[in-house]
Antibody, heavy 121, light 107 residues
Framework: QLQLQESGPGLVKPLETLSLTCSVS??????????WGWIRQPPGKGLEWIGS???????PYNPSLKSRVTISLDTSKNQFSLKLSPVTAADTAVYYC?????????????WGQGTLVTVSS | DIQMTQSPSTLSASVGDRVTISCRAS??????LAWYQQKPGKAPKPLIY???NLESGVPSRFSGGGSATEFTLIISSLQPDDSATYYC?????????FGQGTKLEIK
């Protein structure tokens, strides 16, 4: 059973870089049928897909965030990461990492618990 | 982008009721639709994929249906534990998009 866990700073200053890491256990991220992604949820609001990455390195991003987002894989640590820069108060949200293990049939079927990131000086 | 619209936004029902939540896509997504359940302070929990396939471990009182642009999530006999917000999500094309959510309350 896959388990995902987000980590990173809970407070980021405006115009700086938000950096989060998702550690995956119970399976390998080096998986041809898998995609790994980030979804966020501003307080009291709905879900927004940020972007995803495949083992082959394909990185579809949400066009609304594309100019500010980078998602990368670290297979040696079985982790993937999100960088968002520069940030504003509108980027304050709970950030979830999630995995798709059979992208030909399914979407995000494994989720981390989420981590709240607040953008404030 | 494909817009996903859920109705109703909020719903109040009694234990044992049959509950239906609707999700409409702005263009055909065939059956590339998922449903999630989210409780306060928790991550979304996948319920259904490809419009009508139940995720492992999800109670059989949940079912999904529809195709193209019209989809439904049905709870056949509402239980107290079903109080949550429910989201649909299309995954036929990027950017993946979610409905705005339906908050289900138990009377």
């Amino acid at each position: 059973q896959l388990q995902l866990q987000e980590s990173g700073p809970g407070l980021v200053k405006p115009l700086e870089t938000l950096s989060l890491t998702c550690s995956v256990s119970g399976g390998s991220i080096s998986c041809d049928s898998c995609y790994w992604g980030w979804i966020r949820q501003p307080p009291g609001k709905g879900l927004e897909w940020i972007g995803s990455i495949s083992y082959s390195g394909r990185t579809p991003y949400n066009p609304s965030l594309k100019s500010r987002v980078t998602i990368s894989l670290d297979t040696s640590k079985n982790q993937f990461s999100l960088k968002l820069s520069p940030v504003t108060a509108a980027d304050t949200a709970v950030y979830y990492c999630a995995g798709i293990v059979d992208y030909e049939q399914k979407t995000f079927d494994y989720w981390g618990q989420g981590t709240l990131v607040t953008v404030s000086s | 982008d494909i817009q996903m619209t859920q109705s109703p936004s909020t719903l109040s029902a009694s234990v044992g009721d049959r509950v239906t939540i609707s999700c409409r896509a702005s263009q055909s997504i065939i059956t590339w639709l998922a449903w999630y359940q989210q409780k306060p302070g928790k991550a979304p929990k996948p319920l259904i994929y490809k419009a009508s396939n139940l995720e492992s471990g999800v109670p059989s009182r949940f079912s999904g249906g529809g195709s193209a642009t019209e989809f439904t999530l049905i709870i056949s006999s509402l239980q107290p534990d079903d109080s949550a917000t429910y989201y649909c999500q299309q995954y036929i094309s990027y950017p993946y998009t979610f409905g705005q959510g339906t908050k289900l309350e138990i009377k």
